[in-house]
């Protein structure tokens, strides 16, 4: 059974930062692209960025210079680093993989809240 944990949402000033966790289970984690969603209130899921084993990155322009996410193969785990945070950073964040064979092959965490507000 494929498993994805999430842990690190939170509330944060604006300027703050904040890392989200997300471990895997039940996947060769080094065979899939990792990354990380969000979906704010009334708006649709959208991409935050993604990753390759091979260390290819690709972020979403409204969070580049300010994001990094990073995974640990051996560890089976994906990890986002949110830095400079702004009110509209405020979302669920998702974790996600995808082996790139299909639907059947994506798999999503649960989600966790990130409220950027004073």
């Known amino acids: 059974q494929v498993q994805l944990v999430e842990s690190g949402g939170g509330l944060v000033q604006p300027g703050g930062s904040l890392r989200l966790s997300c471990v895997t289970s039940?996947?060769?984690?080094?065979?899939?692209?990792v990354g990380w969603y969000r979906q704010a209130p009334g708006e649709q899921r959208e991409l935050v960025a993604t990753?390759?084993?091979?260390?290819?990155?690709n972020y979403a322009d409204s969070v580049k210079g300010r994001f990094t996410i990073s995974r640990d193969n051996a560890k089976n785990t994906l990890w986002l680093q949110m830095n400079s945070l702004k009110p509209e950073d405020t979302a669920v964040y998702y974790c996600?993989?995808?082996?790139?064979?299909?639907?059947?092959?994506?798999?999503w965490g649960q989600g966790t809240q990130v409220t950027v507000s004073s």
């Open positions: 996600n993989v995808d082996r790139g064979w299909g639907p059947r092959y994506v798999y």
């Open positions: 039940g996947i060769i984690f080094s065979n899939y692209v």
């Open positions: 990753l390759t084993s091979s260390e290819q990155h």
